[in-house]
């Protein structure tokens, strides 16, 4: 059983920059796909990104790409989604999640973590 713990949330200016981290203990994250998704209030959660088992395959929704890159360290177990030009919209819980394929559905996805809180200040 895997465990995905999110890391490196907060609080940061419009413009600004953050990179998440989603770390993987009870199994080897490359064995598995890697999504980023987002909820914020009042919303259903949409997907952000995500990337194949090898890394050599990632896909990005349209409102991130060019801002979010998506990206894995095999050694260190985690994959990270780098944030930059950050919005006051991108405000919202982010969360990771590992399943079989490297999808836009949240249904494909088997683990998920807690969510690590990202806001954006204007």
């Known amino acids: 059983q895997v465990q995905l713990v999110e890391s490196g949330g907060g609080l940061v200016q419009a413009g600004g920059s953050l990179r998440l981290s989603c770390a993987a203990s009870g199994g080897i994250l490359s064995t598995y796909a890697v999504g980023w998704f987002r909820q914020a209030p009042g919303k259903e959660r949409e997907f952000v990104a995500t990337?194949?088992?090898?890394?050599?395959?990632?896909y990005y929704a349209d409102f991130v790409k060019g801002r979010f890159t998506i990206s894995r360290d095999t050694a260190k177990n985690t994959v990270y989604l780098q944030m930059n030009s950050l919005k006051p919209e991108d405000t919202a819980v982010y969360y990771c999640a590992a399943g079989r394929y490297a999808t836009t559905g949240p249904a494909i996805y088997d683990y998920w973590g807690q969510g690590t809180q990202v806001t954006v200040s204007s």
């Open positions: 990337i194949n088992r090898s890394g050599g395959n990632t």
